[in-house]
């Protein structure tokens, strides 16, 4: 079955520690995304990348890093510079040949800081 | 930059009804695609209606429509005969052309819909 797998689905970190969100993706989609919701904030963009070794920031970037060495991998880690990073993750896939060019979204990861 | 604004933070509705959600957005831009996602309580991003803005024909999915208002600035989603699968968050969202290089999706902060037996 193609499709977006994201692990863990719940990841627990203690503060001062960085930690890696896992996402791949199967459907030979060029472009990958990294979002956060936080309740009531809606999805932001943290990062995203159009091509292998290749990737841009989002709005916010500030205590994030991204890799891209394969086309189906986009791991992001969360350092210990982000303030905040409690929060539900969220990956996203498109075909930049799709024309509306949809994403597709992982199943998500929340991650708590303890 | 372009911003989404979803003026509804809950709505609830009775099952079989209708039920209409808001969304508006800025933008200097003319070509661009709006998109709503449902958002149930597992967390799984669905997409739930796309709409072009160069064409003017409202998009329909079986029982979800929209309203495309370009000149006003609003892209509303109307849910018929409402179920309870509804239930859910749902998200206004706004991409740039990507023939203009950026695919980044500007999302609204979401409108929680309760449907009611």
């Known amino acids: 079955d193609g499709g977006i797998t994201q692990s863990p689905k719940y990841l627990f970190r203690k503060e001062g520690q960085n930690v890696t969100l896992s996402c791949e993706q199967n459907?030979?989609?060029?472009?990958m995304y990294w979002y956060r919701q936080d309740p009531g904030q809606g999805l932001r963009l943290i990062y995203y990348?159009?091509?292998?070794?290749?990737?841009q920031k989002g709005d916010i970037a500030e205590g994030y890093s991204v890799s891209r060495e394969k086309k189906e991998s986009f791991p992001l880690t969360v350092t210990s510079a982000q303030k905040n990073p409690t929060a539900f993750y969220l990956c996203?896939?498109?075909?930049?040949?799709?024309?509306?060019?949809?994403?597709?979204f992982g199943p998500g990861t929340r991650l708590t800081v303890l | 930059a372009q911003t989404v604004t979803q003026s509804q933070p809950e709505m609830s509705v009775q099952e079989a009804e209708t039920v209409t959600l808001s969304c508006t957005y800025d933008?200097?831009?003319?070509?661009?695609?709006l998109f709503w996602y449902k958002q149930p309580p597992s967390r799984q991003m669905i997409l739930v209606i796309r709409?072009?803005?160069?064409?003017?024909q409202n998009a329909t999915e079986n029982r979800f429509s929209v309203n495309f208002q370009k000149a006003a600035k609003s892209f509303s989603l109307k849910i018929s005969d409402s179920q309870l699968g509804d239930t859910a968050m749902y998200f206004c969202?706004?991409?740039?052309?990507?023939?203009?290089?950026?695919?980044?999706?500007?999302f609204g902060k979401g409108t929680k819909l309760t449907v009611n037996p």
């Open positions: 990348s159009q091509i292998v070794n290749d990737f």
């Open positions: 933008t200097s831009e003319n070509n661009y695609y």
């Open positions: 709409q072009e803005a160069y064409k003017q």
């Open positions: 459907l030979n989609h060029d472009a």
């Open positions: 969202a706004f991409m740039s052309d990507p023939q203009g290089g950026s695919e980044k999706l500007v």
């Open positions: 996203a896939s498109t075909h930049r040949d799709a024309g509306y060019n949809e994403q597709f």
